[in-house]
């Protein structure tokens, strides 16, 4: 049975979470970590359409009409065949989709070099405007405190 002092205990153990919880989703960096995420998703359905409908049949054409994404052995055994590798799947046969990976590795190869030049794209604009930043001459620097001070002693000494 709670007694009434570890209710209250519990209680403003919850409501110092709860404001953590606000405090933490109300960081701007947490917002743009969501809008990260969400134009990373439509950024890698993009990066899934180039390769699937440019580049695999460019890489194809050039293997001699190869489909990678088509590629996979069966290891249940058996003497069955199959067309295709969702036909295979479909069947209930264990597959190893050795040119789904392969295609993975090419999407994975493709978004990073994509988030590379982005990065670095980046990083050398921010470099430029350091480089403005040191390059602007300093504003002129007015009397500190302390000569401010020293100015009112002066002239309060001298009456």
């Known amino acids: 049975m709670r007694t009434r002092a570890s209710k209250k205990f519990a209680h403003l ?11 933490f989703i109300a960081k701007g960096n947490v917002l743009d970590m969501a809008v990260g995420i969400i134009i990373g998703a439509a950024f890698t359905a993009i990066v899934a359409s180039l390769v699937a409908d440019l580049i695999n049949p460019i890489i194809g054409l050039a293997m001699g009409g190869v489909d990678f ?39 994975f190869l493709i978004i990073a070099f994509v988030v590379f030049m982005l990065v670095r794209s980046v990083n050398k604009i921010k470099d430029a405007a350091k480089k403005e930043e040191a390059a602007a001459p300093a504003a002129p620097a007015g009397p500190s405190e302390l000569d401010i001070l020293k100015e009112i002693r002066d002239s309060l000494a001298k009456k």
């Open 69 to 107: 994404s088509n590629k996979f052995a069966i290891l249940s055994g058996g003497d069955a065949t199959y067309a295709s590798l969702a036909e295979a799947r479909d069947a209930g046969a264990s597959v190893f989709a050795y040119g789904s990976f392969i295609m993975a590795i090419i999407n």
């Open 13 to 23: 153990e919850r409501d110092k979470m709860l404001k953590e919880f606000k405090d």
